[in-house]
């Protein structure tokens, strides 16, 4: 029987994130995920393979932004397709604050996320 994923994992997944729970997040990540950044170098921002790499990352971003937080997240999932809608904002240790809706694309296979495709607003960061 192939599970799935539903659109309550996808909100227990964001809620863990807000929590900054990488256990929690990584729960419905499959291990050879990639996970496709907001930011970076190429055109699709940067590419991070593999559920450790990808904890790193995420981790990595709670480090950065203590109070990091993804609001208003909603969630559909459709076969082997899901879509997140959300509203980041956190403070970096220079002082200044990301406020940004954004939506994560993702990729599904036997109730498992393996691509997490993740795309933001293009907003300037401004003074906390």
């Given at each position: 029987?192939?599970?799935?994923?539903?659109?309550?994992?996808?909100?227990?997944?964001?809620?863990?994130?807000?929590?900054?729970?990488?256990?929690?997040?990584?729960?419905?990540?499959?291990?050879?995920?990639?996970?496709?950044?907001?930011?970076?170098?190429?055109?699709?921002?940067?590419?991070?393979?593999?559920?450790?790499?990808?904890?790193?990352?995420?981790?990595?971003?709670?480090?950065?932004?203590?109070?990091?937080?993804?609001?208003?997240?909603?969630?559909?999932?459709?076969?082997?397709?899901?879509?997140?809608?959300?509203?980041f904002s956190g403070t970096g240790a220079d002082g200044m604050r990301i406020e940004a809706q954004g939506a994560?694309?993702?990729?599904?296979?036997?109730?498992?996320?393996?691509?997490?495709?993740?795309?933001?607003?293009?907003?300037?960061?401004?003074?906390?």
């Open positions: 029987m192939t599970k799935t994923l539903t659109a309550q994992d996808l909100s227990d997944t964001f809620d863990a994130f807000n929590r900054h729970d990488v256990d929690g997040v990584m729960t419905h990540f499959a291990d050879d995920c990639v996970f496709y950044t907001v930011g970076g170098d190429e055109a699709y921002g940067a590419k991070v393979e593999g559920a450790e790499a990808i904890a790193k990352a995420f981790s990595a971003v709670w480090a950065g932004m203590k109070d990091a937080h993804w609001d208003h997240h909603s969630h559909f999932v459709h076969g082997d397709r899901a879509v997140s809608e959300w509203t994560d694309l993702f990729t599904l296979r036997d109730g498992k996320i393996i691509v997490k495709q993740a795309l933001r607003k293009s907003r300037p960061p401004f003074k906390a």
